[in-house]
Every structure is written in structure tokens, then in C-alpha cells.
């Protein structure tokens, strides 16, 4: 191999190029600087945010809009530590990263100098693997091997430490093309054995369902299950994380099961006699709404065999990819079968979850969703935050093409907007939208300005109820209505933050007031703001 | 229920914290752990004894086998495969007493590794459970001292945990 003499520092940004990384989003520091140094020769785009927690969720958003790993970039010490909340959330949601710190000098490591912080030590229950580089030549093969590890099988995030004296060691460089890490080995085909017997338990079903989740999002899995659902007739659910790969007015879709799910998901996970589970990790809040059942078959198809029999027993284990499974199990699949009595069933489930208009000053926000999503563009990214906002989102917002974005298994506050940043940075034509509660856009209203520096024209709902809500619905419940710091007196009026940073806003007190604020939202090319008044004591369970 | 898991892992820097790591934040509880180089100096081996249901169990193996620097998982089973421990004893020994502790140390294919005045240290290895025999054998002498490894394990015949 031809190599060519470089300090680390630039080597970095050439394994960047090497990987095709046209988009960085971080926050420099001293212990980084000699990478910006680099970085400064090239003309990778660099998304400066104003926190690096959101240079974390900025970096998910465009991973999950590009399906392949993202680059979020912070100094060593707090630079580093304010990212964890951002490397777990991308954990806990199976999202591809490559995250790079800066770290103190290679010999002053374990010595509590100034800014540094055992970032691997602490990052390690969060990340799928971790690197401190000591050894500059390791460099490459460290790059090649963390961009490898963080995009494949189970994805995730992959951190890489780096001293700031091995940054300006110089080395002999060149891009390793092949890869060979004999410990890692992920699964792409399922085992046939268990193709077949999950085919014969499908043949048998006489009331089979899909429940579909987030790892349909990687490769064709979301084309393939739908096509395995029309080959076989299956009725499909959703988990939160699988919104969007089934279109909802699909006939065979009945919605987003769990906690917060409707009736007709839930009654089908609690009367189907099959359930095929698509990279769905089966959490708690997934199937708190199951009821334990000794005649159901499970089958359970999962790239990581760690998920599969964690959190609900299974029947038919099949580890391997979604889109090379689903492939096996459509070519294996014999006469095409037929669910009407069991889809009969199941439509007599559908509810139409009926909106009361609210007092005057304000508007339900369900309603308020309705019409945003009437308006938005098939092929849409929504981006939801947590609590109240999130479900009102989920429950209401239709896909036709488009993608839903939330911290689903972390369900971390502050999500919505850098993700959404992300997600506009990896898809300038499609129409992003976050949407967050007054609580969440106070932990990261700081990015609009990220938006307007970068022109990443995203759009932003802020649903305020003057409440941490989804808190405040929890104790009006469980805690006999003594409502302890759930309260937000002395916030903002929202349109006037967005106006302080040259962003158009608009208030919604009314369903009329909707419709104006959200064409101008959608017909506006640059970022935009609705404030949408909710009622302060407004539930999402009812 | 005690398992005894045989993991060969990549001989990187951290590894150790990694898999201690991983037992304490999933809740698996360690008997004991040992670890070593195999004949391939970048390959070591981790002996764990862990408790736990099979349940658990399942999960340890699958979480183990989806840290990057573990190559192989192995979970041996106890009339198939042979574990020992080394023990280290050092205890209470006047010139009197001598022959007695040595007659127990035949017995028990004890070796002396120390003798002063008023000591005599054994080294033993054994089972686990042939171990604490001896050890109460050893009690009424006064026990000063015990250190012992983790245990280590290997399957009968041609079975064998390699890369
Ligand atoms: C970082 C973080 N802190 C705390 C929580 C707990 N929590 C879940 S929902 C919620 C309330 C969110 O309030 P708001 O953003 O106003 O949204 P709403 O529920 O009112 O729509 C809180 C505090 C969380 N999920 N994430």
C-alpha cells in the first residue's frame, strides 16, 4: 500500500474523506485543536452547535436520515462529558456515530490535569465499542474499524479518544480497504432451519401479525416487510420507533401499539395467534399493554441475538439482518394466504379518537396536529420530542414516505431540534419539522441559532402548556393532583425568542389560526416557528 | 445456580474493565475471575464463575459475545470439564505440631511452600469443594492467612475453548 507521510491530525480528516463524510457537526477546544487545524484544509462542512449534547443528537438526525454513521466531534474534559446524554440516546435507539474527543497528552493521562475526563471509562455502558488511541499508527485502522463496527450489525455509536500529542505525531498513512476484526462478525442471513419453521408457523396462523419496528429503518427492511405483509396478508402494528414503515392508510396498518398506543394495535397484540416481531426490541413501554399468553407464537427477527427472548419468551428465534431475513422468508413463503375474518375483526377495533374543540385562546392539540400533518409533504421528517407533545405527535401525524424521529428508547428531552438540524443537513429537500413542549425547547432553544448560521431551514412547533406535561399528567394521576415542580411560570413568550434570532414566528390560539400559521410554515424556505397555545391541563391518556 | 464461562478475548488495553463492567451493570453477580495469556500472547482468557438462572446465564453469554473484544464464549459444563483453584494457607505451626499439618498435607497433595518457627504455609489446588475440606482440616491450627485464585477450568478429552 502507498503510504504518505502526515501528522494524525490530518489523517483524521483523511479517513473522514475516506468514508465519505461530507458533514461534521461538534465544538472545538483546546485538546481538538489540532484536528480544526486540519479540518480547516478540507471541505467537509462543519456544524458549529451551541451545546455538545447537541452535536451529538444533530449527528443521530443525520444518521438516521443518510442510514449511514454520523460524525459529532467535541474536546476532552466537559466538551466530551456533555456529549454522554447524546452517545446513550443514540445507544438505547440502535443509531450508527462515529464520535471523536480530544483527550490530554498521551503521558499526562490518570493524572487529573486540567480538562480531563476518562471519556471511554465513562461512555463505556453506551457505546458499542470504544477506542483511546495511544499509538498513532493506529490511526487508520482504528478509523476504518470504528466506521465499520458503528454501521453494521446492531448499529450504534463508536467512540474514538484521541490524545492531543498523538494528533501531531506524524505518520505513514494510508486508508485501509479491507477489514478484518475476527472477534466481530455480525449475522446476515437467518438460519434456514428456523425459515422454515417460521414459514409453517405463518401457514398454521389463522391470525398472524406483524409488529414493526425500529430496525426496519436499515437497509430495505421497511419495502420488504411491506411486501412480505401484502404477500401474506398480515395485519401490521407499529412500535413508536417503527412509525412510518408502514404508510397509515394502508389497509392492513392498525397503528402504534403500547402505553400510549391505540385500541386496534393493542387488541391485535393481544389476539393475534402469531406475532412476527421486525427489529422491534419488545420494550417495556412496548408491551405494557400485552397481556402474558401461553398460546401465542412468537417469532422474533432481530440482528442482535442479545434482544431476542430478553423481555418477552420466544418461540422461533431468526438473528441476522432484516432486509436479507425478510428476502429468505418472501421466497420461502409457498401459496399466498388470506386474513379476512381476522382483519374484519381487527377494523371493527379502529376508533376514531374524537377531538372536542378547546376553549377559546387555545386549541387541542390534537386537532392542531391534524392539520399540520394535512399540510406537510408526503415524504415529511417529523422529529418529536418527549412527553405529551411526543404522543400527541405519534397518535396523529400520518406517513405516506415520510419519517418519524424520537429518542424512543432513552426518551431524552431536548432531542427534537438538533435532531432535526441533523436530519435537514442529510436532506435539504424534504420538509423538517420538530416538534417539542415548552419544557424541551427550554433545553435547547439555543440551536435556532445553529440553524440560522448553517441555513438549515428546519421548523419548529412549540406546544406550550405553561407544563412539563406529560410529569404533570403523571401526578394529576398517581399523586393524588399535588403538583411538585411541574410548573413553568416565567418562561418566555416563544414567537419573541424566535423573532430575537430572525426567526418568523407565529402564535396559534385558534383552529383558524392553524391553518393560516401552518401554510406559512410549510411555504416558508427559511426557519420558522409556531407557538401553539395548549390547554394547561390538556392529557394525552383520557 | 453456579456457571463456569471460559472467554477468550483480544488482549487489549481495557478489556477487563469492560467485561467487570458489563457483569455490574446488568446485575450478573462474579463468584470468581481469572484471567490469563493463552499461547497466543494476544489472546487471553477469562475464567468467570457467575451466578445466576439460565436465564441469566443466556444473557451473560449474549452479552459477552457482543463486546467487540470478545472472540469466544464458552459456558463449561461440570461433569465434562475439570476446574481447579490454587490456594495459598499459612497457618499456626509450633515445631510440635509439624508432623500433624504435614500428614494432613500428604493427604491432601499439599505442597510446603513456607516454613518458619511458628508458620507453615501450604499451596494447594484442587476443586472448590475438596479445597474447603481441607481448609476446615486446616481451621484448628489458627488460619493466618488465605489467598486463592479465581478458578480456572478446562473440558475432558479433546474439547477445547480456541480461537
Ligand atoms: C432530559 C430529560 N429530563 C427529564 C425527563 C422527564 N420528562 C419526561 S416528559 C417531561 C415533561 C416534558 O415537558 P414539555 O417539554 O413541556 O412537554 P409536554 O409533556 O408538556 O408536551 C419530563 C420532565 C426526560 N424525559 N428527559
Redesign the pocket.
Known amino acids: 500500500m502507498n503510504t504518505t507521510r502526515m501528522t494524525v491530525a490530518k489523517a483524521m480528516t483523511e479517513c473522514l474523506k475516506a468514508e465519505g463524510i461530507s458533514t461534521v457537526f461538534g465544538y472545538p477546544g483546546a485538546a481538538i485543536c489540532p484536528f480544526y487545524d486540519e479540518l480547516y484544509n478540507t471541505d467537509i462542512r462543519h456544524i458549529l452547535v451551541r451545546h455538545e449534547v447537541n452535536g451529538g443528537h444533530a449527528a443521530s438526525g443525520y444518521a438516521r436520515i443518510s442510514g449511514k454513521p454520523a460524525v459529532a466531534i467535541a474536546t476532552s474534559g466537559p466538551g466530551a462529558l456533555n456529549l454522554i446524554t447524546a452517545i446513550a440516546t443514540a445507544y438505547m435507539d440502535s443509531i450508527p456515530m462515529v464520535i471523536i474527543t480530544g483527550q490530554v497528552n498521551t503521558e499526562q493521562i490518570g493524572r487529573d490535569v486540567f480538562q480531563e475526563a476518562d471519556i471511554t471509562g465513562s461512555a463505556e455502558p453506551f457505546v458499542k465499542h470504544s477506542y483511546l488511541l495511544k499509538n498513532p499508527e493506529d490511526t487508520a485502522r482504528v478509523f476504518k474499524e470504528a466506521f465499520y463496527i458503528a454501521g453494521s450489525g446492531r448499529r450504534g455509536p463508536v467512540l474514538i479518544d484521541i490524545p492531543y500529542d498523538v494528533q501531531k505525531a506524524e505518520i505513514d498513512f494510508a486508508y485501509p480497504e479491507t477489514i478484518d476484526i475476527r472477534s466481530y462478525r455480525p449475522s446476515t442471513y437467518g438460519n434456514g432451519q428456523q425459515i422454515k419453521r417460521a414459514i409453517t408457523a405463518m401457514e398454521q396462523a389463522v391470525r398472524p401479525l406483524i409488529c414493526a419496528g425500529g430496525g426496519l429503518f436499515t437497509g430495505d427492511g421497511a419495502s420488504l416487510m411491506r411486501r412480505f405483509a401484502e404477500v401474506n396478508d398480515i395485519p401490521v402494528v407499529s412500535t413508536m420507533m417503527g412509525l412510518g414503515a408502514m404508510p397509515t392508510d394502508n389497509p392492513r396498518y392498525y397503528g402504534m401499539l403500547g402505553m400510549h398506543g391505540c385500541k386496534s394495535a393493542n387488541y391485535a397484540v393481544n389476539h393475534c395467534d402469531t406475532l412476527i416481531l421486525l427489529g422491534a426490541r419488545v420494550g417495556d413501554r412496548a408491551i405494557s399493554a400485552m397481556e402474558a399468553r401461553s398460546d401465542l407464537t412468537v417469532i422474533h427477527i432481530d440482528i442482535d441475538p442479545a434482544e431476542i427472548g430478553k423481555n418477552l419468551a420466544v418461540d422461533i428465534p431468526i438473528v441476522g439482518d432484516l432486509t436479507a431475513v425478510l428476502g429468505q422468508l418472501i421466497e420461502a413463503c409457498g401459496v399466498p394466504t388470506e386474513h379476512s375474518a381476522w382483519k374484519n375483526e381487527l377494523d371493527a377495533m379502529r376508533s376514531d379518537d374524537k377531538v372536542t374543540p378547546a376553549k377559546d385562546g387555545y386549541i387541542n392539540p390534537k386537532q392542531f396536529m391534524r392539520i399540520l400533518d394535512k399540510a406537510l409533504p408526503d415524504n415529511s421528517v417529523v422529529v418529536a ?5 411526543q404522543i400527541w405527535a405519534a397518535a396523529n401525524i400520518t406517513f405516506h414516505g415520510g419519517r418519524f424521529l424520537t429518542s424512543g428508547g432513552m ?4 432531542y427534537s431540534i438538533p435532531a432535526a438540524i441533523g436530519a435537514k443537513a442529510a436532506s435539504p429537500d424534504k420538509e423538517v419539522i420538530a416538534i ?5 425547547f427550554q433545553m435547547q432553544m439555543m440551536e435556532l441559532a445553529t440553524a440560522i448560521q448553517h441555513d438549515i431551514n428546519i421548523k419548529v412547533i412549540v ?1 406550550r ?1 405553561n ?5 404533570r399528567e403523571l401526578q394529576e394521576k398517581g399523586y393524588d393532583n399535588r403538583l411538585t415542580a411541574v410548573s413553568l411560570d416565567g418562561s418566555p413568550r416563544y414567537t419573541k425568542i424566535a423573532e430575537a434570532y430572525g426567526i418568523e414566528a407565529a402564535l396559534v390560539d385558534s383552529p383558524e389560526a392553524a391553518e393560516t400559521a401552518v401554510k406559512q410554515l410549510i411555504s416558508s424556505d427559511r426557519p420558522f416557528l409556531i407557538e401553539v397555545s395548549v390547554e394547561e391541563h390538556e392529557k394525552t391518556i383520557l | 445456580m453456579k456457571h463456569t464461562i471460559s472467554v477468550l478475548v483480544e488482549n487489549n488495553a481495557g478489556v477487563l474493565a469492560r467485561i467487570a463492567g458489563l457483569f455490574a451493570r446488568r446485575g450478573f453477580n462474579i463468584d470468581s475471575l481469572a484471567v490469563g495469556v493463552t499461547d497466543d500472547e494476544r489472546v487471553s482468557r477469562i475464567t468467570i464463575v457467575a451466578d445466576g438462572s439460565d436465564y441469566t446465564l443466556e444473557q451473560i453469554e449474549k452479552q459477552l459475545n457482543k463486546l467487540i473484544d470478545v472472540i469466544k464464549v464458552k459456558t463449561l459444563k461440570n461433569d465434562t470439564s475439570i476446574s481447579r483453584e490454587l490456594v495459598l494457607i499459612k497457618v499456626g505451626c509450633s515445631s510440635r505440631q509439624r508432623a500433624e499439618i504435614m500428614s494432613i498435607a500428604e493427604i491432601a497433595h499439599a505442597k510446603i511452600s513456607d516454613i518458619s518457627n511458628t508458620t507453615i504455609t501450604l499451596e494447594l489446588s484442587d476443586s472448590k469443594d475438596n479445597l474447603a475440606n481441607y481448609e476446615e482440616l486446616l481451621r484448628p491450627y489458627g488460619i493466618k492467612e488465605i489467598v486463592r485464585t479465581g478458578t480456572i477450568a478446562i473440558q475432558k478429552g479433546e474439547a477445547a475453548v480456541r480461537v
Open positions: 420530542d418527549v412527553g405529551q407533545n426518551g431524552t428531552m431536548g417539542c413542549g415548552d419544557g424541551s406546544m402548556n407544563y412539563l406535561g406529560m410529569v
